[in-house]
């Protein structure tokens, strides 16, 4: 039985998920956390006093897609839910403690902005990064909430990852544990697509950096439809003024953006040296775009049907124009209280 289908038979999601509820503190000592962040339990989530949070930092878009009646979609991104509990190891408690310093409010941005759609009858739409790193105890509170609104969603790079950063991340590292994290989520994560009111939303996986073959044919076969075209990805698609600004902000490291020119992550990683075996950790070894990706979107450009673009990955929000008929609009994290509202005629 799948993780959501377990939830939803077993009444966990009315049971143990009230909108502003909380695990009780735990044994995490203060001094291991900054001042003024709540001291998580030992499975990383943190006492809430919700009053004590500033309010939803929305922004509004207007999307011209050609809908055959208008609708609203709430965009959200990289909530980075972060916890562990007894069904997991040692290791992943103490990795859950740790980035509950940085990332520790996703959970609550991530119901509150769950109820302002509900009340406002919004789609809901996440971008990738709902949970930080594969953990039962993460896995079980993203069904959960996946429960709680109309969902249609893409996966993030932290969706597979295991301990964050501690090894080459490729499909073979996705496929170990791509079942337990697929489980938990309403639509296929690899590419998957829906129809609402005449505009098509199409999800595709370019955690990694690059498009298949298999999802470009897949992509003609949703353009040949013959409808508007909505592209949900984790990762931006490169643009110039967005490359630009990144390289600025990392000191020239590395750009984090699907399908940058080859001449430019070959600059990437400008000093950095790992030892043999480890070149996996090059940035430019990790975001060099293969011939497949390039060429998708290169066609992707080209497609008069593309009508806007919804990404997440870079934690802040950014905007600009990928081709004649779409904007790429890139949001913040929910983690940080953003969220985007899109408005779509």
């Known amino acids: ?40 339990d030992y499975t990383g989530r943190i006492t809430r006093d919700t009053e004590a949070f500033a309010p939803l930092n929305i ?101 597979y990852s295991k301990y964050v950063g501690e090894a080459k991340e490729d499909e073979a590292y996705k496929a170990s544990s791509r079942e337990a994290v697929q489980s938990a989520y309403p639509n296929d994560l690899t590419f998957a697509s829906r129809v609402i009111n005449g505009v098509n939303f199409v999800a595709v996986d370019d955690v990694y950096y690059y498009f298949t073959e298999n999802q470009k044919v897949l992509m003609e076969k949703e353009i040949a439809k013959g409808l508007p075209v909505i592209l949900l990805v984790h990762v931006p698609l490169y643009t110039p003024e967005f490359c630009k600004s990144e390289l600025e902000a990392t000191k020239g490291n590395c750009a984090y953006l699907t399908g940058v020119p080859l001449e430019i992550t070959e600059t990437y990683d400008p000093g950095k040296t790992y030892p043999a075996g480890e070149e996996w950790r090059y940035r430019k ?12 979107i290169a066609w992707l450009k080209e497609q008069k049907l593309l009508k806007g673009i919804l990404a997440g990955h870079m934690h802040h929000f950014f905007e600009e124009r990928f081709s004649p008929t779409a904007v790429q609009y890139t949001v913040g994290a929910t983690y940080n209280g953003d969220v985007q509202v899109v408005h779509f005629k």
């Open 1 to 40: 039985m799948k993780r959501r289908d377990f939830i939803k038979v077993s009444g966990a999601a009315a049971a143990g998920l009230a909108l502003t509820g909380c695990a009780p503190k735990g044994g995490a000592s203060k001094e291991s956390f900054a001042p003024g962040i709540p001291v998580p």
């Open 59 to 159: 922004k509004e878009i207007t999307i011209e897609a050609g809908a055959s009646k208008p609708f609203d979609v709430m965009h959200v991104s990289d909530t980075h839910i972060v916890l562990a509990d007894s069904r997991d190891d040692d290791r992943k408690a103490l990795l859950a403690a740790r980035r509950t310093r940085y990332m520790g409010y996703g959970e609550h941005y991530l119901d509150e902005a769950i109820r302002y759609a509900n009340e406002k009858g919004m789609y809901m739409m996440h971008t990738g990064d709902m949970c930080d790193f594969v953990s039962e105890a993460g896995l079980d509170l993203a069904a959960k909430h996946m429960l709680m609104a109309d969902w249609f969603v893409c996966a993030g790079n932290h969706e």
């Open 285 to 296: 070894v990790q975001q060099r775009a293969d011939k497949p990706t390039l060429d998708f």
